[in-house]
């Protein structure tokens, strides 16, 4: 992809994690979003929902965010 020495697939996610956190999007949806398991054993136990609409919609608005910093003109550029 390019991005050799640049960037790493961890990266991403913690970029992912964290403009999610900071736009105030749901913090269960971020996990579930990057697979990430329940620490907390009680509520792993009792909790089985995908929140799979959710998910969908928070990937949406990512891929609608990305899109929207990759076709942003450049200062200078326009």
Known sequence: MGYKGAATAHGFR???ST???EHDKDP???ELCLAHVERDSVRAA???ARKLKQRAELLQWWAD???SKRLATPPGDG
Do not use: H, M, P
């Open 46 to 48: 009792y909790n089985a």
């Open 28 to 30: 269960d949806v971020i």
């Open 65 to 67: 965010y990305v899109d």
């Open 14 to 16: 913690g970029l992912f």
């Open 19 to 21: 403009v999610c956190n």
